[in-house]
């Protein structure tokens, strides 16, 4: 018997108040555990070896130094006693490594710590010429002396680009920068490096803590890139990606004038219920129960964001400060709340020009794993009564949007793919023996067999990919946009116990730590996969995923595509006629003034990306930001001129809610702007209005 696919469950790694001694040994005891585990569940375990060794002594210190500034190669070569002793300390239970680690990246962060106090204390002078090179971002510094040099490079960096920001933001009250604005920008900046020590300094148990938090997903994330240890507040972060209820405060934030403001309330939240917080408050400092405050008074959005995320089951305290200068202290309470409407749910819409296309945006791939809504809170479900609504209204081709969509519940998948198809298998999963499944939608009839086109990119994954390789070998959608992500396995969450079976469920909801394991690969009904290849479109559009470098190919230990049987019962439908629609689109894409423009948006974007050495002087900064953003608004000018074939047409039922609902008229009013200057829709309408024609 296959255990179940998804529980997503709270988990604690270490019990409070540990010491130093207890706390290393307890976590010497999980990550034998989780080794044990990977062995048993994992789809294709690797040998915990010197080799393995020295994949988690790299991809340990990267996730402990990402910037490369607390540790000094002197240090790497310090802790490198152990790169090939890991194993050892892995199978016996050892933690002489992470007692030498806590003793050292303490040391470091205080150092560090005390570098920034003296940086923060010290003019810099922006028209000295210097330089940071790309040798010198991407590596360890020898010493300690040289790492001070790197630090102050960085804060210089820093300094530079908070200025030319505030000049953009404001030229007519910053006429011409200059050192005048160096000391406010210093702070600011230095203020923003001791935050992120402060931030993890305030981890359970503090730095050791952390480390340890560090060690124990490391070693999972050796697997595979989708294997993953369990810390505080994953299982809030992993249900809410699935769909199921998430604990929440209930405002948003924005920039404000001064400080990160609230820039909207939910109904019914914590926040709102409070009557203490209103838009348009501040936030000062925040605390999270039990630990210090932190002052934000300076920080930006996501570093807001990225302290309240921090932690989950705790109260949390705001300093705010509200419209008539007066501050106030407000703690909440995280509470469940119900998927965002207005956000992350299934949204539609008509095309309306010459032609009616109806549009569906899935941004993501929900589902309600507690049974609490009877089973039709899912977004298949969704999807198909908005096609109900759209076919009344008489569209002739349909778009259905997956972009940015990382997945989810593979029966989601399933549903979807049978909404589309009359019946039949949609996918297939091979196990850790040899076995394959076969996953088939055993529903007859279609909810709509009309044209369809299916837009995807380089974040579609998982589930959504399924979806898209399904319909693709049915040959009933065409896939449009670039290459998808490349994660063709499924994974399933289990508790931390080498006891645990299918028998002793109960210890789903009483283990103290939980594992993420990779157990199956994932297959198209033509036997083949889209590990790392993704799901290749039939006509390929260029968009901004070509400016992130990030697929599953590029992942460390993603595994290995491979091939299995075709599925025997699988029988697609005729193939679509392409050739005409690919001609159409090249010659489209090729003439247009709107599609020419973004691909030399797309030119810059990534001209801006790439790595370069940076002149650290601020008319140098100046002048390459001014030369950047003058061909950007270039190109954004004519797309901003471009008129699109087609307006929006909400349905009566929408038009209605948006007038009793401010805050979903706000984002359908944004998501009309995002869709009047998209590429892959604007195609897409050309080549659904084609696909009808007899």
Partial sequence: ??????????????????????????????????????????????????????????????????????????????????????????????????????????????????????FSGKKFDLNLPESYTVQEDTSFSENDLLRKIKLYKLIKRNILETITDE????????????????????????????????????????????????????????YDPHTEFFSPGKKDEFQGELGDKQLQFGFSLGDGKDAVEITRLKPGSPA?????????????????????????????????????????????????KKSDGTTRKVTLQREKAALDDNSSKVRSFILKGEHRIGFISLPAFYTDWSGEENGINGCADDVAKEIIK???????????????????????????????????????????DGKVYTMKDVHRGAVYDGPLILLINGFTASASEMLAGSLQDYHRALILGSPSFGKATAQIVLPLDTLFDEQHMERMKTAENYIKVTVDRLFRVNGTSAQQTGVIPDITLPDYTETESEREKSLPFALANMTTDPNK???????????????????YADTSKFFISFGKYLEVLKLEQAAHDEQLVLIKVMEERSGIRKRLHEVEKTVADSKMPYEIEWDQNERSRMKADSDLLTTNLLFKDVVSRDTGILLGYEIASRMGRK
């Avoid at 540790?71 to 050892?94: E, G, T, W």
């Avoid at 992120?196 to 300094?201: A, E, F, G, N, Y």
């Avoid at 019962?569 to 010659?587: G, I, Q, T, V, W």
């Fill in 390 to 432: 759209l076919k009344k209204d008489n569209i002739e081709g349909l778009i259905l949007d997956i972009r940015y969509n990382g997945g989810g519940s593979m029966m989601e998948a399933i549903a979807l793919t049978g909404i589309f198809i009359d019946f039949g298998p949609v996918g297939m999963s091979r196990d850790k």
């Fill in 569 to 587: 019962y699988f029988h697609p439908y005729p193939p679509l006629s392409l050739d005409n629609l690919k001609s159409f689109a090249r010659s």
């Fill in 272 to 320: 709102y219920k409070s009557g203490q917080i209103h838009e348009g408050d501040l936030i000062l400092a925040l605390q999270w129960e039990g630990n210090e405050e932190v002052d934000v008074s300076d920080g930006s959005v996501e570093e807001v964001n990225a302290l309240i995320a921090g932690e989950h089951g705790k109260s949390l305290t705001l300093t705010l």
């Fill in 1 to 118: 018997m296959k255990l179940p696919v998804t529980v997503a469950l709270f988990c604690l790694l270490f019990l409070p108040h540990f010491s130093n001694a207890q706390l290393t040994r307890h976590t010497a005891d999980i990550a034998f555990t989780i080794t044990r585990m990977a062995e048993i569940y994992h789809i294709q375990p690797r040998p915990v070896n010197r080799i393995f060794s020295s994949d988690l002594f790299d991809q340990l210190i990267l996730a402990l130094d990402g910037d490369r500034i607390y540790f000094s190669q002197a240090d790497i070569n310090q802790l490198s006693v152990y790169r090939y002793d890991l194993d050892v300390q892995l199978m016996h239970r050892k933690d002489d490594f992470l007692k030498m680690l806590i003793a050292v990246y303490v040391k470091k962060i205080n150092q560090t710590d005390s570098m920034l106090v003296y």
């Fill in 167 to 222: 000049y953009e933001a404001d030229s007519s009250k910053i006429k011409v920068p200059s050192d005048g604005l160096e000391p406010s920008a210093r702070r600011k900046v230095c203020h923003a490096f001791k935050r992120d020590i402060q931030r993890i300094r305030t981890s359970v148990n503090g730095l050791p803590g952390f480390i340890c938090n560090a060690y124990c997903e490391n070693i999972a994330s050796c």
